[in-house]
């Protein structure tokens, strides 16, 4: 089975943490969320892969390369130009000659397949749209369904007491390939507010199923914090790499750790880091790999990514650290986000 993973979006709600990697690229439990999501779907029996890509698209060519490494085959769709979602769909139509998945590749969600692909085999349509059902649905595009579970209409961004339910887009269809004669091709083409309609106005059959289970759009910090929050308190049940040295303190491989260090769960640290005497990291913290933390630095509610150095008695509070930071000594840091490194993440 194929899937089409949708990477070329800008970010721009990340910045300044995605000016230089796409945003299905920024680490989730220090591993790019795109490697997470390969692995997942691999595992279910997807084992070809093409990636839409266009903002700094040469750090995903770089890290997966052709796949081999995760047993997979991987070919890229590169966008000349922005081109919605279903535009960068029919910018792959080469690679697409059978039923196919696609995947918003920033949205945080691990799905099922076998149910999915059951549910859009038996109701013989052009389109599966599977859905996520949420407590408020006025900042989405709500789904009115009938009792087959054919969507008849969005309703977009309605007011709760008008909403017709609370099943909204989770960012992952099923397609036949025929679905491609209903896109234009080399312009921008949003699927929502035209692919989507005009397959209702053609009853080709664009029904919708939900799907259970961890569902987040990590786009924002505050979200993109929480995804981990989620990840160490395991509502969001995502591997974590190391062993578990106290309840809720995951630590990676040749870690040094000085006297006095205090963990206070949850807490992951990556491989090959080193923390300075008399630290306190935690609660909710993730430290990536080979990263240096001083002496008597406190961490907190923060993501620190791969390879930065976080100088002696530095104060981290709710805060992201982008690859390769390095923080003065004694410095506050509070609600920040900074990136300074310049180049792409390497596997």
Not at 222 to 237: I, K, N
Not at 242 to 267: H, K, M
Request: net charge neutral; with cysteine.
């Amino acid at each position: 089975m194929k899937a089409l993973l949708l990477a070329g979006g800008l970010g721009t709600r990340l910045r300044p943490l995605t000016e230089n990697i796409p945003k299905p690229m920024a680490p989730i439990a220090n591993r790019p969320w795109l490697e997470h999501l390969i692995v997942h779907l691999r595992d279910q029996g997807v084992n070809e892969f093409v990636i839409a890509a266009h903002h700094c698209s040469d750090v995903i060519r770089r890290y997966f390369e052709n796949g081999k490494r995760w047993n997979v085959k991987i070919t890229y769709a590169l966008e000349p130009y922005p081109l919605g979602t279903a535009g960068a769909i029919k910018n792959a139509e080469r690679w697409l000659n059978e039923r196919f998945l696609v995947f918003n590749a920033d949205i945080v969600h691990l799905p099922e397949l076998i149910p999915l692909l059951d549910f859009h085999r038996q109701h013989g349509g052009l389109a599966t749209i599977v859905l996520t059902e949420v407590d408020d649905p006025s900042s989405y595009g709500v789904v009115e369904q009938d009792d087959c579970g054919r969507i008849l209409r969005f309703v977009e961004k309605p007011r709760c007491e008008e909403a017709p339910s609370n099943r909204i887009n989770a960012g992952m269809y099923i397609f036949e390939p025929d679905v491609m004669r209903y896109i234009p091709a080399e312009r921008e083409v949003s699927i929502e507010r035209e692919t989507f309609p005009l397959l209702i106005e053609k009853n080709v059959g664009v029904y919708g199923i939900v799907s259970n289970g961890y569902w987040r759009d990590m786009g924002t910090p505050a979200r993109y914090r929480q995804v981990h929050w989620d990840a160490l308190s395991r509502e969001f049940p995502i591997p974590l790499k190391g062993r578990e040295i106290q309840s809720g303190v995951f630590v990676g491989e040749n870690v040094e750790i000085g006297a006095g260090v205090l963990f206070v769960p949850p807490v992951l640290i990556g491989d090959h880091v080193k923390i300075g005497p008399q630290a306190v990291i935690g609660p909710n913290a993730v430290i990536g790999d080979r990263c240096q933390i001083g002496a008597r630095v406190h961490c907190a509610q923060t993501i620190v990514w791969d390879r930065s150095v976080i100088r002696d008695r530095s104060r981290l509070q709710n805060s992201i650290f982008g690859y390769r930071t390095v923080t003065p000594a004694g410095e506050v840091f509070e609600d920040s986000i900074i990136n300074q490194f310049k180049e792409a993440v390497q596997a």
